[in-house]
């Protein structure tokens, strides 16, 4: 008996092992949950709340084809309609104001400012895979979820010191995102809600971020969304951002 026990025991471990998933190989799983249309075109609602209160509702377009092209356009309130912004492969970006009508790149160095009044940033609006940018390790794990920590690779700029990676076991979601900034002080928590699959992918209906700097909120909701629908690459270059 006491033989068999070992022999089972060793089964098991050795189980155990081969299925195991290093924090590089979470990281792609993830990576590819994200990627996994073609193509993605929502609507989303935004709202900021500031800290006394103050609510203000912005609704966009968000459009995206493959990991790493991305285009946003504020279509209310009218203050901000026809804003837009463009994120295209080796970090890349391009924003339109319809009032100047003119597009710029935005530089490296200005990708921690906030994106037209809300508390995310145009780093945080990216279009990129968390692997093409960040060395993970793997905090702990539990029956539902793995922690991550992720710190820029040596050939990557961010207004982040470190990521800690929630990633909900059953879809390889992020489900909360902690953000550290250059001095090691926690500065935002993103909060996501509602996960369920749509056509096949995984989504978040409902996500909130909190910046502990300011004492700000941005709650972010999906108003509609459809996936692999043949979008143009057309779309996604500085001639189309003007239209």
């Keep these: 008996m006491n033989k068999l026990y070992k ?5 098991s471990i050795g189980g155990c092992l081969a299925t195991a998933l290093t924090a590089d190989q979470i990281l792609k799983e993830v990576d590819l949950t994200a990627g996994r249309p073609q193509d993605q075109n929502m609507t ?3 709202t900021v709340i500031d800290k006394r209160g ?7 377009v968000m459009q995206q084809k493959g990991v790493n092209m991305r285009t946003g356009r504020f279509i209310a309130p009218a203050e901000k309609k026809g804003i837009a912004f463009l994120s295209l492969p080796d970090g890349v970006m391009y924003l339109y104001l319809p009032a100047y009508k003119k597009t710029r790149r935005i530089a490296s160095h200005l990708k921690n400012t906030k ?6 940033t145009y780093e945080d609006m990216e279009a990129i895979n968390y692997s093409a940018k960040w060395r993970p390790t793997l905090v702990s794990e539990s029956e539902s979820e793995w922690v991550l920590q992720l710190v820029p690779r040596d050939n990557s700029q961010s207004e982040y010191s ?19 900034g250059q001095s090691g002080e926690q500065c935002k928590i993103m909060k996501r809600e509602q996960i369920e699959k749509i056509d096949g992918y995984w989504i978040a209906r409902r996500s909130e971020l909190f910046d502990l700097r300011s004492g700000n909120r941005t709650i972010m909701e999906v108003k509609e969304v459809a996936y ?3 979008l143009s690459s057309d779309l996604f ?3 189309y951002l003007e239209r």
């Design 7 to 11: 022999l089972v025991m060793m089964i």
């Design 44 to 46: 989303l609602l935004l």
């Design 54 to 60: 103050y609510e203000q509702k912005l609704e966009i």
């Design 115 to 120: 994106f037209a009044g809300t508390d995310f």
């Design 162 to 180: 470190k990521i800690i990676l929630k990633v909900q076991r059953e879809s390889y979601y992020p489900v909360s995102i902690d953000y550290y």
């Design 228 to 230: 692999d629908t043949g």
């Design 237 to 239: 270059t500085e001639r």
